[in-house]
T-cell receptor, first 116, second 111 residues
Framework: DAGVTQSPTHLIKTRGQQVTLRCSPKSGHDTVSWYQQALGQGPQFIFQYYEEEERQRGNFPDRFSGHQFPNYSSELNVNALLLGDSALYLC???????????????FGPGTRLLVL | KNEVEQSPQNLTAQEGEFITINCSYSVGISALHWLQQHPGGGIVSLFMLSSGKKKHGRLIATINIQEKHSSLHITASHPRDSAVYICAVSDRPYNTDKLIFGTGTRLQVFP
């Protein structure tokens, strides 16, 4: 059973460009959350998707958008890249049908984005 | 002030030492998580707890809800325990909810 997978593993872009990151959740999970982790910092919540809609959002500008597909996989899009967007982008999956907290979220290996 | 604070930020130890990492939070929570992050980025969940104490192998996690404080202990530390340990909280009782993370404690265990 594959865990959470993310692609690509590394990415280099220049300021002003757009980027798309991808995440496939763990088998049986329907909810995907995205986090941004700057160097030396803890991850910051970007947004969460289930049933193909954005359900919660952190304090990130509209340049950050996402999508969830019927197979529960998800994309994170960032437009008009800034140098400060350089970070590790982590995807976490979980299941809404385990309503009471008993199972943790599972994290992918992350995509390391460098904006030059 | 961050909603989740960890101490110390950096920790070095000799193999075999007992290690304690502390986490304090200022928000109401339904669960507190301890996670481990190795170089390269992957995050692994170690514990999720809402009261009392949990133990897994050489790892022990405790939480005091009244004091809004949690500790992660590592007994008989080993170089392979070297990693960043992160405390995170969720404020609703659903496991899908967003996590609020601390900045992590970087642990290095030397032989």
């Amino acid at each position: 059973d594959a865990g959470v997978t993310q692609s690509p593993t590394h990415l280099i872009k220049t300021r002003g460009q757009q980027v798309t990151l991808r995440c496939s959740p763990k088998s049986g999970h329907d909810t995907v959350s995205w986090y941004q982790q700057a160097l030396g910092q803890g991850p910051q919540f970007i947004f969460q998707y289930y049933e193909e809609e954005e359900r919660q959002r952190g304090n990130f500008p509209d340049r950050f958008s996402g999508h969830q597909f019927p197979n529960y996989s998800s994309e994170l899009n960032v437009n008009a890249l800034l140098l400060g967007d350089s970070a590790l982008y982590l995807c976490a999956s979980s299941s809404r049908w385990t309503l009471i907290v008993r199972e943790t979220q599972y994290f992918g290996p992350g995509t390391r984005l460098l904006v030059l | 002030k961050n909603e989740v604070e960890q101490s110390p930020q950096n920790l070095t130890a000799q193999e075999g030492e007992f290690i304690t990492i502390n986490c304090s939070y200022s928000v109401g929570i339904s669960a507190l998580h301890w996670l481990q992050q190795h170089p390269g980025g992957g995050i692994v969940s170690l514990f999720m707890l809402s009261s009392g104490k949990k133990k897994h192998g050489r790892l022990i996690a405790t939480i005091n809800i009244q004091e809004k404080h949690s500790s992660l202990h590592i007994t008989a530390s080993h170089p392979r325990d070297s990693a960043v340990y992160i405390c995170a909280v969720s404020d609703r009782p659903y496991n899908t909810d967003k996590l609020i993370f601390g900045t992590g404690t970087r642990l290095q265990v030397f032989p």
